[in-house]
Structure formats: C-alpha cells, structure tokens
Nanobody, 128 residues
Framework: VDLRESGGGSVEAGGSLRLSCTYS??????????MGWFRQATGKEREGVATINSDGSTIYADSVKGRFTISKDNDKNTLYLQMNSLKPEDTAMYYCAAEPLLTMVGACDPAFSGLAHWGKGTLVTVSS
C-alpha cells in the first residue's frame, strides 16, 4: 500500500489546514481497512489523532475532538484530515497509516499505532 501525505504547512493559532493522503486501493478480502492519522512532535512519542474504519465509523483523540474531522473519498482514494482551531501544541509531523482489517492485531482506534503501512509524513507548524 502506497500512502502519500500532502497539505501541511505553517499557520497561525486559530487557523485551519486540510491534510490529504492518497493511497493505492486495497482489493478483494483486504479492501476493508482501517485508516488513520497520527502525529509526532519533536522530542515526543507518536500519538494517534483519528481513525476511520471501512464502515465509516470514526474515533478521535480527546485532544482534537470537536476541532479535527477525518474523512475519506473512496472514489478518489484519498484520506483527509480537516483541522480547525489549530493550536501551537498541534505542531507535529502528521502521518497517515492503513492496514486491512483482516490482518490487524489491534483495534481501529487512535490508541493503536501498530498499523502496517505508513506514509512519509507532512509537517504542520502552528505559531502563537
């Protein structure tokens, strides 16, 4: 699975950004998949931001609830993360990740970061 993020940049606190992640489609029994956004700030551990299951159900980290929205367009093979009301603490490298549900050993939840496939990331910087 090839994942490629885009849309990162620099923005002032309170601003918005939309991240995109294009992916090669999974087919057959592996088409049902978990996809998610994760982030890692300098000097900190990677943390989950949001996940979306193949049935469209979503889960968000408490730190982004009400501000971020994860979605995907299967026709365009693109995963999105709409980020509003950005805060300086949202500054991080953002990664998209995916894995077929059949092969997952954990839940499709931001708390589980053991997905098999990862993009190279896009940097988001929020200034105060």
């Amino acid at each position: 699975v090839d994942l490629r993020e885009s849309g990162g940049g620099s923005v002032e606190a309170g601003g918005s950004l939309r991240l995109s992640c294009t992916y090669s489609p999974l087919t057959g029994p592996y088409s049902a998949n978990c996809m998610g956004w994760f982030r890692q700030a300098t000097g900190k551990e990677r943390e989950g931001v949001a996940t979306i299951n193949s049935d469209g159900s979503t889960i968000y980290a408490d730190s982004v609830k009400g501000r971020f929205t994860i979605s995907k367009d299967n026709d365009k093979n693109t995963l999105y993360l709409q980020m509003n009301s950005l805060k300086p603490e949202d500054t991080a490298m953002y990664y998209c990740a995916a894995e077929p549900l059949l092969t997952m050993v954990g839940a499709c939840d931001p708390a589980f970061s053991g997905l098999a496939h990862w993009g190279k990331g896009t940097l988001v910087t929020v200034s105060s």
